[in-house]
């Protein structure tokens, strides 16, 4: 794929490393930065991920063929509503938001004729952010989920698709509402677990932590009103989450109270069978 | 310090890097390895963690100036207190184990006189096992908890310290119970939560989790039968942390159920803060 001019609003960590990357592999002719602060727009310029910083998001996003939202997610869909009926027809918008539903509905038939909106999440990214955290190889080897809806247009999502494998990403479909329940458990959850397990450690025992801990807890040091969108973007499904994880963890409790190494070790052993199956 | 013989019982990641780290700094004349694997003593001197394989636990004990038990929890004990009849004077025993109340209790007072135990603790490992992954900086860094009860002899908790010194570590006294008591929060309890967390993830949904959750089950790689054995030695101190972990999850689903997004974000970002000041 070979785009004319791709438009990225917001270029912190995930915008800025699909500015390096979408630049490193010339997937377009011109990279526009678009987003509310220049300090930020500046840096990722000079860190060559993109060519132009433009602090006027709408216009930036008319002179795209693509453009990708990488904003919190619960700014996603008003951003797309301002911007798009100004672009021509034709034109490909996508994201990275976390969630996918809420986006989705809010945008789902509500475009100028001609513009498409096919709802993005690459499994991708960090706790840390900012242009500074841009990785131009953050993408490879890793899936994005595409959300189309009987309304997408076939050709955008197949534009979109094109997009986010010449990333380095694979693409996968999936239904809005699955992906967050999906992602619920997969990413919400494991927040969520961290921040709550961070949460207890009283100052005096920050010594006495090792890289258990501090695996364990990781993701606790995302920025927490993106995770507040997320969240609430995602209520009923990661409260059904949660509720899975405390029932598992009530049954960790009742073999520990009941001093049933059998169960204890059961319940050890499945869990290894899972995370070796990940891999690193 | 200068050893004549160190001896390490267990040569897996834990004892195999105390060889790597000793030999590496001159810190024995002679490392000896024990155990009841003749395969893994014989990896382990291969891999140059050991000088000499020796099968006979107890006669490789009796050889040394000081020995380390590098094995699980639950022998570590027994292992001693058959080992210590035959050492000379003088001799320095410590171990490795991830719990030291039950330990100490066991051989506080038991043990020949000259003889000495001193229960360590180096806050280093792995969820890998064997000597394929010991590493010789392994311990580089790391605090070290050691457990004298009343009745040790400084000279041998002198000596102790030296020891795990010389291998890199810095070096921190607590009462057993105390040591237990931080260890379930900062060890114990991320252990769990990341092996429950891994035990809800459904097979479907492999490919859809990322660095967030691996990070966050990476411990539930762990070996179940050691864990199982690190639980029952602990376990008042892990239900307990258990309930703080339990109290404030209950906060976070009370935030989410009253969609109350300030609540989350404080919850969350109180959590941003411990991780923060942990860095990487």
Do not use: Y
């Amino acid at each position: 794929m070979r785009l004319g001019t791709l438009t990225i609003v917001g270029v912190g960590l995930i915008g800025g490393s699909v500015g390096l990357a979408a630049r490193r592999r010339h997937l377009a002719g011109r990279v526009l930065g678009a987003g509310r602060q220049p300090a930020t727009l500046e840096r990722a310029r000079q860190l060559g991920a993109i060519d132009e910083a433009c602090p006027d998001v709408n216009a930036a996003v008319r002179r795209a063929d693509l453009a990708v939202f990488c904003t919190p997610v619960d700014l996603i869909a008003e951003q797309v509503l301002a911007a798009a009926p100004g672009c021509s027809p034709g034109t490909v918008l996508t994201d990275a938001g976390s969630t996918k539903a809420a986006i989705v509905a809010a945008l789902d038939g509500r475009l100028p004729d001609g513009v498409a909106f096919v709802g993005g999440h690459p499994l991708a990214g960090s706790e840390k952010r900012g242009p500074e955290h841009a990785d131009a190889d953050l993408f490879e080897g890793r899936l994005t989920v595409l959300t189309p809806t009987p309304r997408t247009d076939p050709a955008a999502l197949e534009r979109t698709a094109a997009f986010w494998q010449a990333l380095g990403c694979r693409v996968k479909t999936m239904a809005p509402e699955e992906h967050d329940r999906a992602l619920a458990l997969t990413s919400h959850l494991p927040h969520l677990l961290a921040s709550a397990l961070a949460g207890v450690l009283p100052p005096e025992l920050r010594e006495l932590t090792a890289t258990g801990f501090r695996d364990t807890t990781r993701v606790a040091a995302g920025d927490p009103s993106i995770w507040t969108g997320i969240f609430a973007q995602n209520r009923p499904a990661v409260l059904e989450a949660l509720a899975r994880l405390e029932e598992r963890l009530g049954r960790f409790r009742a073999a520990l109270e009941a001093g049933d190494a059998d169960a204890l070790t059961e319940l050890l052993a499945q869990a290894k069978t899972v995370r070796d199956a990940l891999g690193n």
